[in-house]
């Protein structure tokens, strides 16, 4: 039972590079979140799905770009990466937005 | 209208006492409080939840406390334990299909 995977576990980029991070879960979860979460900081929406073809901005997109064309993948794309990227990404899914959210184990990415 | 305020930032608690951390929220339309448990490098896990029909909700040493009129909900850690020490986020969304919105989170450390 994998739950929500989600690859690499680390990375470091360079200013300027782009990056693609993985994320794929085997529940049939309709719902699927990106967030980030900066060193003892809370955790902020990227973007998220209600169902596959379908996404939406949460409270911090600029700078990523999404796109769910299945049920189970949802990858999240940085497009010419900046220091402020530096953070800890974790996807999450859900049957619906009401409940439990199982989340992966988190990508560590540093940009220098 | 999609806040969620968590408090206290951080909380210091002694072995055996309780650790209670707060929450309030302005959506009326939220009918979903779940509470997440993460620990150092891991991703964050649900603890415990409650929807409104009920004003607590009790699971082993942990209780949702949830005040509809207030709009305040708050999570009791009874006879708080080191292994408790952890990093703690409500959480609130609708059963008609809202995202999942986050508190900013609160540190708990139990000291032996």
């Known amino acids: 039972n994998a739950g929500v995977t989600q690859t690499p576990k680390f990375r470091i980029l360079k200013i300027g590079q782009s990056m693609t991070l993985q994320c794929t879960q085997d529940?049939?979860?309709?719902?699927m979140y990106w967030y980030r979460q900066d060193p003892g900081m809370g955790l902020k929406l990227i973007y998220y799905?209600?169902?596959?073809?379908?996404?939406d901005k949460g409270e911090v997109p600029n700078g990523y770009n999404v796109s769910r064309s299945t049920t189970e993948d949802f990858p999240l794309r940085l497009e010419l990466a900046a220091p402020s990227q530096t953070s800890v990404y974790f996807c999450?899914?859900?049957?619906?937005?009401?409940?439990?959210?199982?989340f992966g184990q988190g990508t560590r990415l540093t940009v220098v | 209208q999609q806040q969620v305020k968590q408090s206290p930032q951080s909380l210091i608690v002694q072995k055996g006492g309780i650790s209670i951390i707060n929450c309030a929220y302005e959506n009326t339309a939220f009918d979903y409080f779940p509470w997440y448990q993460q620990f150092p490098g891991k991703g964050p896990a649900l603890l415990i939840a409650?929807?409104?029909?009920?004003s607590e909700k009790k699971e082993g040493r942990f209780t949702i406390s949830f005040n509809k009129s207030a709009k305040q909900f708050s999570l009791h850690i009874m006879d708080s334990q080191p292994g408790d020490s952890a990093t703690y986020f409500c959480?609130?969304?609708?059963?008609?299909?809202?995202?999942?919105?986050f508190g900013e989170g609160t540190q708990l450390t139990v000291n032996p």
């Open positions: 799905s209600v169902g596959a073809g379908i996404t």
């Open positions: 409650i929807r409104p029909d009920v």
């Open positions: 999450a899914s859900s049957l619906t937005g009401d409940t439990e959210a199982f």
């Open positions: 529940m049939n979860h309709n719902y």
């Open positions: 959480a609130a969304s609708t059963s008609s299909g809202s995202r999942l919105t």
